[in-house]
């Protein structure tokens, strides 16, 4: 059966990349998530999807140029509109804490350099010890400087290529990087190219599906998991209201 990932939790259901979003998706039943990540100025793993802070807050500037402290006293429920209660930016720990439930985990990264692919897994692998994660996670990324990185390392987690425009072989390049998962725009999203990706040993993941039949058709295409807005639209249609 095809899984489901809520997409920044249920970002159509409640402001994206917070714990009313995650807790959305797990009220739906959908027990496995997407998420983004940036660091902090103090080097903190944050759940947010951009790099400034406009967009979902209101406020100018980077993530980056601000503490973990300060950033999860921003409210973060801009992108979604009359959402009565303030929504602060969650680190990741906070995430992991506050919903145990979730079962799974597509952790986005967003930076792009050897430095920052650095401490970005060096964060994430600390909370891998701290949260036993290691059967929970996969680290995902379009940044081909960060699995790299995570090949050259041995990293601990599996990982994921974040292909959205499909200019270079998607297959070869998830496979060139060591990866697991390989998490595709749904466009790109082809019979023929399921069937190879799944003979090269690849989970694939598509992203955003949020209409009913589209999601009919790429379960029945046969994709190991969607990305959804709509978690509980897609209990509904792929589930068929089971459990």
């Known amino acids: 059966m095809t899984l489901i990932y809520g997409h920044r939790g249920a970002r159509a259901e409640a402001p994206e990349n917070t714990l009313p979003s995650f807790r959305k998706a797990l009220e739906a039943g959908v027990t496995r998530v997407e998420l983004d990540l940036h660091l902090s100025a103090d080097q903190q793993l944050m759940v947010i999807h951009d790099p400034t802070l406009k967009r979902t807050t209101g406020l100018r500037g980077k993530v980056a140029q601000h503490t973990a402290a300060e950033l999860t006293r921003m409210d973060a429920r801009l992108g979604l509109a009359d959402w009565s209660t303030p929504c602060p930016i969650p680190t990741l720990a906070q995430l992991l804490q506050e919903c145990p439930e979730i079962e799974h985990y597509q952790l ?60 270079l072989d998607p297959i070869k390049s998830a496979r060139r990087y060591g990866c697991d998962y390989l998490i595709l725009n749904w466009k790109l999203c082809s019979e023929r190219r399921l069937r190879a990706a799944k003979a090269a040993g690849l989970h694939v993941s598509v992203w955003t599906v949020n209409d009913a039949e589209l999601m009919r058709r790429l379960t029945a295409m046969g994709v190991d998991s969607l990305i959804t807005d709509l978690p509980s639209l897609a209990v509904k249609v792929i589930n068929q209201g089971r459990p």
């Open 108 to 167: 986005e990264v967003k930076s792009g350099s050897e430095r920052q692919s650095r401490i970005v897994l060096d964060a994430i692998a600390a909370l891998t010890e701290q949260y036993k994660l290691h059967d929970k996670a996969v680290v995902t990324s379009s940044s081909r400087t960060l699995l790299r990185y995570a090949k050259r390392n041995d990293f601990m987690l599996p990982t994921g290529l974040v292909e959205e425009y499909g200019l």
